[in-house]
């Protein structure tokens, strides 16, 4: 069976943003490409973000990288804008904690958090960050 080819789906940054419409420009383009989320940041720069999504077989993959930042997807989110997955979430770089209804956990660079994205969570980074999300259908699951 020949491998899957890479492709790519698409490409964006916040860079070319202005600072107070990047929250807006980046959780609309969520909602279209990976999930509806909302997102936040603390840094006096505003949200510096960057993310690829790349088509492999039944799978999708988002590289993302950015400052300190967190997403969130809420129970709210989670009705009105219903996905059957399960992303896997490798973090390359940073740190950060992922709050969920069971709890809360701490990931670090080289570690990975499977989650369901029909349940609620959120997703904090303390500082740059990068990671690799694969956005698994269920039904592949």
Not at 20 to 41: H, I, K, P, Q
Not at 70 to 93: C, G, I, N, Y
Request: charged share 20%; with cysteine; hydrophobic share 45%.
């Amino acid at each position: 069976m020949p491998a899957a080819a890479l492709s790519m789906i698409s490409r964006v940054t916040t860079a070319d943003v202005a600072p107070g419409d990047r929250f807006g420009f980046w959780e609309d383009y969520n909602r279209t490409a990976l999930v509806g989320l909302s997102c936040t940041s603390f840094s006096e720069r505003g949200l510096l973000a960057d993310q690829a999504n790349f088509s492999l077989g039944g799978v999708r993959l988002a590289d993302i990288s950015g400052n300190a930042h967190a997403v969130e997807r809420t129970p709210h989110a989670a009705r009105a804008m219903p996905k059957d997955s399960v992303f896997a979430s490798l973090l390359v770089q940073g740190d950060a904690v992922f709050m969920h209804e069971q709890g809360c956990l701490s990931a670090t660079a080289g570690e990975l958090v499977l989650y369901e994205t029909r349940r609620p969570y959120l997703f904090g980074f303390a500082g740059q960050m990068r990671q690799i999300l694969v956005d698994i259908p269920r039904a592949l699951f």
